[in-house]
Every structure is written in structure tokens, then in C-alpha cells.
């Protein structure tokens, strides 16, 4: 069969159409989205934004500004919600001291007194034979 706007759409009536069956999941199809986002410049901008009256909970980012900003209509009074969430940054200068200046000097004269004792410590931990060998070559 061709349709009167072009193209072919074959029909068979040999088989008996079988009805598609959707699964129920309880959820109506007018359900309204919990939320939407409309990314904002200024906190000015937030506020002027209309309120959605079906009660799906605006999402306004301000990246300039660090902030989100939510809207919401309140059904008992009649008024939105208007909610602000700003994030605030810890000094990280305060956070943690500052480090001691490094000298070198003072890393070598401590490596040097370390060696030093280790090697007192050998010495006296080698067995007296050992320590004779050593004389007589």
C-alpha cells in the first residue's frame, strides 16, 4: 500500500495484531519533574525568576558568585521559598603553620652526629677477635 505523501508501508492481515502491554509502574504520566535548573548571574536574577506553580523546585546556580539558589512555592501561603546556599572557602594560610626555613648546615651537622654514633655503637658490638685481626694487618 503507498501512502498518498510517499512510501511504501506494507500491511499484512495474515497475522492477528498483539496487543503491546506497558508494565504499570504506578507513576502517572502527568507527574511533574521534582526539580528544574536554570542557571543564574546574580542573586537579583534568582529572585526575578517566576515561580513554578506546579510545585517542581527551581535550581539556580550562580558559579560567578559561588551560590544556589532553590525556589519553591509554598501551597499554604501562597508565597515562594526562597533559599540561598553560598559556599564559603577555608584560608588554607591559617589552616596550616607555616614550615621552618630549610638550612643545610644544620641537616649535615645533624647527619654527620647520627653517623658518628652509629658507628660507636659498631665498634663496640665487633667481637675482640675481630678488633685483633685488624692490628696485627
Do not use: W
Not at 550562580?62 to 521559598?81: E, Q
Not at 648546615?105 to 658507628?119: H, M, N
Request: aromatic share 8%; net charge negative; hydrophobic share 35%.
Amino acid at each position: 500500500m503507498y501512502s498518498p505523501y510517499g512510501g511504501y508501508y506494507p500491511q499484512n492481515n495474515m497475522r492477528s495484531p498483539v496487543p503491546q502491554v506497558q508494565p504499570s509502574l504506578g507513576i502517572s504520566q502527568a507527574q511533574v519533574d521534582p526539580f528544574k535548573v536554570i542557571p543564574v548571574a546574580s542573586p537579583e536574577e534568582a529572585a526575578a525568576v517566576p515561580t513554578d506553580f506546579m510545585g517542581a523546585t527551581l535550581l539556580l546556580p550562580d558559579f560567578a558568585h559561588k551560590a544556589v539558589y532553590t525556589k519553591t512555592f509554598n501551597p499554604n501561603t501562597g508565597l515562594p521559598i526562597f533559599l540561598t546556599f553560598k559556599l564559603e572557602e577555608t584560608s588554607q594560610a591559617t589552616a596550616q603553620p607555616e614550615p621552618a626555613p630549610y638550612d643545610a648546615k644544620v641537616e649535615i651537622d645533624k647527619l654527620t652526629a647520627e653517623l658518628e654514633e652509629i658507628k660507636k655503637k659498631l665498634a663496640a658490638i665487633e667481637p675482640e677477635p675481630a678488633q685483633e685481626a685488624k692490628k696485627k694487618s
